[in-house]
């Protein structure tokens, strides 16, 4: 995916939540971008926060527009994550 092959961003809706986290978690591994998810951005980490940027825009990607509002105001991926979670757990 990383190497320039087109990919689809997993769909994350209600009904298929568990496997689209799934297909989520693999395509932010494949992006080498799943710390910022899993730890946060620290201040002035350069590196940390464009990868926190491109999680943040593959969640979005995923998301129909009542699940992007859930996320609407987070504006970093790991908040965006941890909001889905409550909200699906």
């Not at 986290?21 to 590196?47: H, N, Q, R, S």
């Not at 940390?48 to 491109?54: A, R, T, V, Y």
């Not at 825009?57 to 992007?68: A, E, V």
């Amino acid at each position: 995916m990383s190497n320039g092959t087109p990919f689809q961003v997993p769909s994350l809706t209600k009904n298929n939540y568990g496997n689209g986290c799934i297909g989520m978690k693999a395509l932010f591994g494949d992006y080498d971008i799943w710390k910022p998810l899993e730890f946060g951005v620290k201040a002035g980490d350069v590196a940390s926060l464009k990868n926190d940027q491109k999680a943040l825009i593959l969640i979005h990607q995923s998301l129909d527009d009542k699940m992007f509002e859930k996320v609407a105001n987070t504006t970093t991926s790991k908040q965006a994550w941890e909001t889905l979670q409550a909200s699906f757990k």
